[in-house]
């Protein structure tokens, strides 16, 4: 029954009878949402056509169990910890679960301290690797303002005039607080012209972005992550400049094609490395390139792109090397 499902999901299905009907926050694509009858899921990462929205972000419906899943980047944990607790209806339990090599343990231990109420924090199980923790029941209605983890900071983009421009970022944008220095390198051989269809794919906080809109360019940005898409939004929006920036997983959300695909293509995923997004990335371009269009990337220098490059355009021509990144071109 539990066969596909990861370890922190086996580890909840083991207390089935207690979280049945729960409300899951940032739950794994496993199938856990069926198997507990959850009463909803909020997840904050596109999956295929599975698109969280900022509605469910911002809405205030309490359940009597919600489990929250430990999320990859801890500098997302305490926001989500707070967002658990404010979904949670008075007399609840707020659940808290997660893999011990992603820092479940740690994690806890915010969790309590985040118990303003005097709640403690309590361990009730382990197995698989993993711990499931609970908090409640909660005496006092908790409210959530995402507007409270705005962060903005400068940062000065090569090739674009009248710096330093301005970041805005929530909890776990990547990068959140500096400007990446592939993307530093990638901008500083980016050439936009009035006009042109530009696709940012990966767009995060929104440099690049920001970057080509303030070239003149008509900007589509898409990201997986639904934070990274209401960062790159304002990020624009207090520019004064417009775009069209939207959630999609891949290209899985994006119509018509574009003179020009720019990417820094996400990689790390977790604790492990990948390169099957920007992989993908690169196989599918051409279908989104109008004929004579290109894709920009930038990349560490080891990872194999050029060949996946050569392999799908039949060119590959790096644009520049420096501090261990490659900027390519197909
Ligand atoms: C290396 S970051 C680049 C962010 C930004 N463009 C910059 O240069 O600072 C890669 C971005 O790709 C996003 N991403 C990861 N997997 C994705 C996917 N399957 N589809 C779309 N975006 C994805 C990540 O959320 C992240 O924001």
Not at 45 to 74: C, I, M, W, Y
Not at 176 to 200: A, I, M, N, Y
């Amino acid at each position: 029954m539990s066969g596909s499902l990861s370890n922190p999901s086996q580890l909840l299905m083991r207390h089935a009878d207690a979280l049945s009907g729960s409300f899951l926050i940032n739950p794994p694509a496993d199938g856990i949402m069926r198997q507990l009858q959850a009463d909803g899921g909020l997840r904050l990462t596109a999956h295929g056509s599975d698109q969280p929205s900022v509605e469910q972000l911002r809405s205030g419906e309490r359940s009597e169990n919600v489990v929250l899943f430990l999320p990859k980047s801890r500098a997302r944990i305490a926001m989500l910890i707070d967002l658990a607790l404010s979904r949670t209806a008075i007399g609840g339990r707020t659940w808290l679960v997660g893999a011990k090599k992603e820092g479940i343990a740690s994690a806890a231990r915010q969790f309590g301290l985040a118990l303003t109420d005097g709640g403690t924090v309590r361990k009730t199980d382990a197995a698989r690797h993993c711990m499931l923790f609970q908090a409640g029941p909660g005496d006092t209605a908790r409210s959530f303002d995402l507007d409270a983890y705005w962060e903005s900071f400068p940062v000065s983009l090569p090739g674009v005039d009248g710096g330093p421009h301005t970041l805005f970022s929530l909890p776990g944008v990547f990068a959140r607080g500096r400007l990446d220095p592939g993307t530093e390198l990638l901008l500083g051989h980016l050439q936009t012209s009035p006009g042109q269809k530009v696709l940012d794919f990966g767009c995060g906080a929104g440099p690049i972005t920001l970057a080509a809109a303030r070239g003149g360019a008509r900007v589509t940005a898409l990201d997986s992550d639904l934070l990274a898409v209401l960062s790159t939004r304002r990020t624009l929006a207090e520019a004064g400049l417009t775009g069209d920036v939207m959630v999609s997983d891949g290209f899985s959300q994006v119509n018509g094609s574009f003179d020009l695909i720019i990417s820094n293509p996400p990689f790390h995923q977790g604790v492990q490395t990948t390169s099957q997004a920007a992989h993908g990335l690169i196989r599918q371009a051409p279908a989104y390139l109008k004929p004579g269009g290109s894709l920009l990337l930038v990349a560490n220098a080891f990872l194999d792109y050029p060949r996946v490059m050569q392999e799908t355009f039949g060119r590959c021509h790096c644009v520049a090397e420096a501090g261990g990144y490659k900027v390519l071109k197909a």
